[in-house]
Nanobody
Framework: QVQLVESGGGLVQTGGSLRLSCAASGSIFVINVRAWYRQAPGKQRELVAFITSGGSTNYLDSVKGRFTISGDNAKHTVYLQMNSLKPEDTAVYYC????????????WGQGIQVTVSS
């Protein structure tokens, strides 16, 4: 089993920045991909960004150039640096992890609220 714990959310004004953290514990050696999802009220959950164990990254088009995903292997932690935040970034953000060979994300954090005020 893998446990994921998010931190770093909160309230910020338009144009501000936040950094989310996702600390992993447990059988982390089985994990190949780490990701951030978000879900706004009344909308489906969407993949914001992911990072592979090899360091490859990918982003949702609407956050490219503003968000950066990174990992600290020594701390088993993945970060999401969010800059130039917009009200439409308001959502609950979830950390997720996927095991090697799996097509779906197996493990999820509890979610953390990010609110961007206009």
């Amino acid at each position: 089993q893998v446990q994921l714990v998010e931190s770093g959310g909160g309230l910020v004004q338009t144009g501000g920045s936040l950094r989310l953290s996702c600390a992993a514990s447990g059988s982390i050696f089985v994990i190949n991909v780490r990701a951030w999802y978000r879900q706004a009220p009344g909308k489906q959950r969407e993949l914001v960004a992911f990072i592979t164990s090899g360091g490859s990254t990918n982003y949702l088009d609407s956050v490219k150039g503003r968000f950066t995903i990174s990992g600290d292997n020594a701390k088993h932690t993945v970060y999401l640096q969010m800059n130039s935040l917009k009200p439409e970034d308001t959502a609950v953000y979830y950390c997720a992890a996927r095991r090697r060979g799996q097509s779906k994300y197996d493990y999820w954090g509890q979610g953390i609220q990010v609110t961007v005020s206009s």
